[in-house]
């Protein structure tokens, strides 16, 4: 019995034995034949799982075509891609079609015979096959699912399609048939993330990558491909927060996709802030930053952008060339000689003639008689106070902010505050007990 191997080409004969073209010579069958299919020729062509329609039905002249008896050589009927197109013709009606199909190399992927892949494919699975030609990306760490079961056709046409790159749809729309999650969120919340909306691929390797969620390089160097201005404040500036320069930073505040928060944050800005300040936090020097929802819980007053829920209101989110991530300047001891760029932060708000006026009967109820004792404690080219001296940043128990005490080295100097309806008086650790009052003034040993 001659067994003879699969047909890639055109017969021809040299000194009597049959070629078939890339696989040898095999001699002609001795018995005569009205079918190729015999016990000494072509044996397995029909005992394969699957098997090509012609092969099946014994009508081998839909695709050769006798050359020479004699010689026992044929012909193909048609050359080149109009063989396979003659029956397969839907195969090629799309913009853009597969090289091999376009070259008329169709055994480039198919056995034009038969064979136990499905679709007479040369490989087991279309991963396989589609790998011999193009990366497909399953030697990564996080594979693309379809990739992974080697479900390339889920994605891609294997002969022609509209779309480039053989995709079944538009890239957006064809991540979205089975992402149906991510459209619902694109859809439903008001904040959407551009690339999510236009550009999957902008982000994602759509086979796969070593990185988590198969994005292209781990945040915030992804990030930083499109946000560079970010990059530059998180990158050059004196005070970097944290969650901007460490690995996956940006997903603590940030959601990739959609968000019903302004700037895809994950939560209202305070609340998202206060998940990661519910407890001290490490900061540059060895400081360690008092809790913040603690110094919040309870308090009777909030300072005004607290109240507001307005972080961003002293606070830069990336960075900032001033401590504590604050926007503008504010001095950080407990002494500071006085300049109004000094206290540009508190000058935001409130005006700068609080403490550049001497005498004042209108500008604070700090005052005794019309004497300013914002500018008695504050306005002074040395050891001026500074607002943090007196005032809590955050929230206090006491009125205007007061604060119980006011940490002072080692020492946590208490202010012992009190107001009365028409001024007040302290008992602080820097001073003897001290009273103000607005109608009546104190008179003092010391001016």
Same mark, same amino acid.
């Given at each position: 019995?001659?067994?003879?191997?699969?047909?890639?080409?055109?017969?021809?004969?040299?000194?009597?034995?049959? &070629?078939?073209?890339?696989?040898?010579?095999?001699?002609?069958?001795?018995? *005569?034949?009205?079918?190729?299919? /015999?016990?000494?020729?072509?044996?397995?062509?029909?005992?394969?799982?699957?098997?090509?329609?012609?092969?099946?039905?014994?009508?081998?002249?839909?695709?050769?075509?006798?050359?020479?008896?004699?010689?026992?050589?044929?012909?193909?009927?048609?050359?080149?891609?109009?063989?396979?197109?003659?029956?397969?013709?839907?195969?090629?009606?799309?913009?853009?079609?597969?090289?091999?199909?376009?070259?008329?190399?169709?055994?480039?992927?198919?056995?034009?015979?038969?064979?136990?892949?499905?679709?007479?494919?040369?490989?087991?699975?279309?991963?396989?096959?589609?790998?011999?030609?193009?990366?497909?990306? /399953?030697?990564?760490?996080?594979?693309?699912?379809?990739?992974?079961?080697?479900?390339?056709?889920?994605?891609?046409?294997?002969?022609?399609?509209?779309?480039?790159?053989?995709?079944?749809?538009?890239?957006?729309?064809?991540?979205?048939?089975?992402?149906?999650?991510?459209?619902?969120?694109?859809?439903?919340?008001?904040?959407?993330?551009?690339?999510?909306?236009?550009?999957?691929?902008?982000?994602?390797?759509?086979?796969?990558?070593?990185? +988590?969620?198969?994005?292209?390089?781990?945040?915030?160097?992804?990030?930083?491909?499109?946000?560079?201005?970010?990059?530059?404040?998180?990158?050059?500036?004196?005070?970097?927060?944290?969650?901007?320069?460490?690995?996956?930073?940006?997903?603590?505040?940030?959601?990739?996709?959609?968000?019903?928060?302004?700037?895809?944050?994950?939560?209202?800005?305070?609340?998202?802030?206060? *998940?990661?300040?519910?407890?001290?936090?490490?900061?540059?020097?060895?400081?360690?930053?008092? *809790? &913040?929802?603690?110094?919040?819980?309870?308090?009777?007053?909030?300072?005004?952008?607290?109240?507001?829920?307005?972080?961003?209101?002293?606070?830069?989110?990336?960075?900032?060339?001033? &401590?504590?991530?604050?926007?503008?300047?504010?001095?950080?001891?407990?002494?500071?000689?006085?300049?109004?760029?000094?206290?540009?932060?508190? &000058?935001?708000?409130?005006?700068?003639?609080?403490?550049?006026?001497?005498?004042?009967?209108?500008?604070?109820?700090?005052?005794?008689?019309?004497?300013?004792?914002?500018?008695?404690?504050?306005?002074?080219?040395?050891?001026?106070?500074?607002?943090?001296?007196?005032?809590?940043?955050?929230?206090?128990?006491?009125?205007?902010?007061?604060?119980? *005490?006011?940490?002072?080295?080692? +020492?946590?100097?208490?202010?012992?505050?009190?107001?009365?309806?028409?001024?007040?008086?302290?008992?602080?650790?820097?001073?003897?007990?001290?009273?103000?009052?607005?109608?009546?003034?104190?008179?003092?040993?010391?001016?």
């Amino acid at each position: 019995m001659v067994r003879v191997q699969r047909y890639t080409g055109v017969i021809g004969v040299v000194m009597g034995l049959v &070629f078939v073209a890339g696989v040898g010579a095999v001699e002609r069958p001795t018995s *005569s034949q009205t079918t190729c299919v /015999t016990a000494e020729c072509h044996t397995d062509y029909s005992k394969q799982a699957y098997v090509h329609g012609p092969v099946g039905l014994g009508d081998c002249k839909s695709c050769h075509a006798e050359a020479d008896p004699n010689a026992h050589t044929y012909n193909l009927t048609r050359q080149g891609n109009d063989l396979c197109e003659y029956c397969h013709l839907d195969q090629t009606t799309k913009q853009h079609i597969h090289e091999p199909l376009k070259t008329g190399d169709c055994t480039q992927c198919h056995d034009p015979h038969s064979g136990e892949n499905r679709a007479l494919l040369l490989e087991p699975t279309t991963a396989q096959l589609c790998q011999k030609c193009h990366e497909t990306g /399953t030697d990564v760490k996080f594979p693309h699912g379809p990739v992974a079961v080697g479900e390339c056709s889920i994605c891609h046409a294997s002969h022609s399609a509209d779309h480039e790159n053989l995709l079944l749809d538009e890239p957006t729309d064809l991540c979205f048939s089975c992402h149906v999650i991510t459209k619902e969120e694109l859809t439903k919340f008001e904040f959407v993330h551009e690339p999510a909306q236009n550009d999957c691929v902008g982000c994602h390797n759509p086979h796969g990558a070593n990185n +988590w969620k198969m994005v292209k390089a781990d945040p915030p160097e992804l990030c930083y491909s499109c946000h560079e201005d970010i990059q530059q404040v998180g990158e050059n500036s004196a005070h970097t927060h944290t969650a901007v320069t460490e690995k996956d930073g940006c997903l603590h505040c940030h959601t990739p996709h959609a968000s019903t928060v302004q700037f895809s944050l994950k939560a209202a800005p305070m609340s998202l802030c206060a *998940s990661c300040h519910d407890e001290p936090v490490a900061a540059e020097n060895d400081e360690v930053i008092p *809790s &913040f929802t603690a110094q919040i819980e309870g308090k009777a007053f909030l300072h005004g952008p607290v109240a507001q829920k307005d972080c961003e209101g002293c606070h830069s989110t990336h960075g900032s060339d001033h &401590f504590r991530l604050l926007i503008k300047d504010y001095p950080r001891l407990f002494y500071a000689p006085f300049s109004v760029d000094n206290y540009a932060l508190c &000058f935001n708000c409130h005006p700068d003639s609080l403490v550049l006026t001497e005498r004042t009967t209108e500008l604070t109820d700090f005052r005794n008689g019309d004497r300013n004792l914002h500018y008695v404690h504050v306005n002074k080219e040395d050891r001026g106070r500074t607002c943090r001296s007196c005032h809590a940043t955050h929230a206090s128990d006491l009125p205007k902010h007061i604060r119980e *005490s006011v940490p002072y080295g080692a +020492w946590d100097l208490p202010i012992q505050f009190h107001k009365t309806e028409t001024g007040g008086g302290c008992q602080p650790g820097c001073h003897l007990p001290l009273a103000y009052d607005r109608q009546t003034p104190v008179t003092y040993e010391v001016q």
